[in-house]
């Protein structure tokens, strides 16, 4: 994987894991520091994160973790309520009986707090991979990942 795409992935994942909370305000050379890599790979990430509204550009002073507003999060959760039915019924229709079966390995949970949202994340995700729609399930695992 290109250093670029581990970057922005390294940087997604801990803005999304609240590492890097709402609000927080960065510097692309503390983040370079932060993952031992030039600026220009964090740049990269950082416009790429600008882009799906992760972070805010702030002329002359760096970046800033968009914060998380009550409508941010009630157009996510619209939006994965279209989605998710939609992948549901796709999968209905066209996934192979060894992929529902292997839906089957959710169904029984045990774990802590953290255990349950990283299972939960897995069984929306692997719904949203049978429904073999490649595009549809793109879009809902980032908001599932979003969420």
Known sequence: ML?????????RSDILACRLAPGDEMREQDLAERYDVSRQPV????????????VTVQPRQGYRVTPISLSDARDLLRFRLALEPACVAEAIESAPDS???SLDEFRRFSGN???FI??????HSALAHASGNRRMATALCDLIGQA
Not at 3 to 11: A, H, K, M
Not at 43 to 54: G, I, M, N, S, Y
Not at 118 to 123: D, E, L, M, P
């Open 3 to 11: 250093l670029r795409e581990n970057i922005y992935d390294l940087l």
């Open 99 to 101: 992929v529902l079966k």
């Open 118 to 123: 990283a299972y939960n994340r897995g069984f």
């Open 43 to 54: 740049r990269d990430a950082l416009l790429r994160l600008q882009r799906e509204h992760l």
């Open 113 to 115: 707090h953290e255990d």
